[in-house]
């Protein structure tokens, strides 16, 4: 069965370092997105990504983060410059109906941030 | 905008016992609705769905009945199992635009021996 894959599991970096988190999302699927969980909290949306440009953002999602699909298969969220607070499990989402609704995303793994 | 409520956790059962986990929800327009599982150091795995008013959802013994009159999405189970220890999200998606998922603030299911 296909499935989202998320490198890395996990991430130690320090405060204010830039971070790059990479997900493949399931080949044939159109929407793309991003969410986080802190821990012990709920998953919250960030982003998300249709035709090669941002369709839609939270408030969290602010001038410090970015996404992109440089090539054919890859998603990546990147953080500029790292805050403790951004320490959380990011997850990347992909969904393939266009339009419509009933078409479940499918979570990756998530990549555990750590920023110390 | 969109929200998902659903009952606090811990939930702690007896093996064999009968699960109910509440979740109601605010939305417009007809949303779908899904039950997510986490389960230790796991990501998020979806349970069911149900995308319209009286659907139900079903998987691995796990129901969820699409109330639009009570906007309710209760999970059930008749005879949950040790394995079944984990974190359930109520979550739903709009009926429109990219259908990012709303989330609830999960809760966690202990079942005991």
């Known amino acids: 069965e296909p499935e989202v894959t998320q490198t890395p599991s996990h991430q130690v970096t320090q405060m204010g370092q830039e971070v790059i988190l990479r997900c493949v999302p399931i080949?044939?699927?159109?929407?793309f997105y991003w969410y986080r969980q802190i821990l012990g909290q709920k998953v919250e949306f960030l982003v998300s990504?249709?035709?090669?440009?941002?369709?839609?953002k939270s408030e969290i999602f602010d001038d410090q983060f970015s996404v992109e699909r440089p090539d054919g298969s890859n998603f990546t969220l990147k953080i500029r410059s790292t805050k403790l607070e951004d320490s959380a499990m990011y997850f990347c989402?992909?969904?393939?109906?266009?339009?419509?609704?009933?078409?479940?995303?499918?979570f990756g793994p998530g990549t555990r941030l750590t920023v110390t | 905008g969109n929200s998902v409520t659903q009952m606090e956790g811990p939930v702690t059962l007896s093996e064999e016992a009968f699960l109910t986990i509440n979740c109601t929800y605010t939305?417009?327009?007809?949303?779908?609705l899904f039950w997510y599982v986490q389960y230790p150091g796991e990501g998020l795995q979806l349970l069911l769905k149900a995308t319209k008013a009286d659907d139900k959802g079903s998987n691995k013994g796990f129901e969820a009945t699409y109330r639009k009159e009570t906007t309710s999405f209760h999970l059930e189970k008749g005879s949950v199992q040790v394995s079944d220890s984990a974190v359930y999200f109520c979550a739903l998606s709009g009926s429109g635009g990219y259908q990012k998922v709303t989330f609830g603030t999960g809760t966690k299911l202990q079942v005991i021996p």
């Open positions: 080949s044939n699927h159109l929407y």
């Open positions: 939305a417009t327009g007809y949303p779908s």
């Open positions: 990504f249709y035709n090669n440009e941002i369709s839609e």
């Open positions: 989402a992909s969904r393939g109906v266009v339009g419509g609704s009933g078409g479940e995303q499918y």
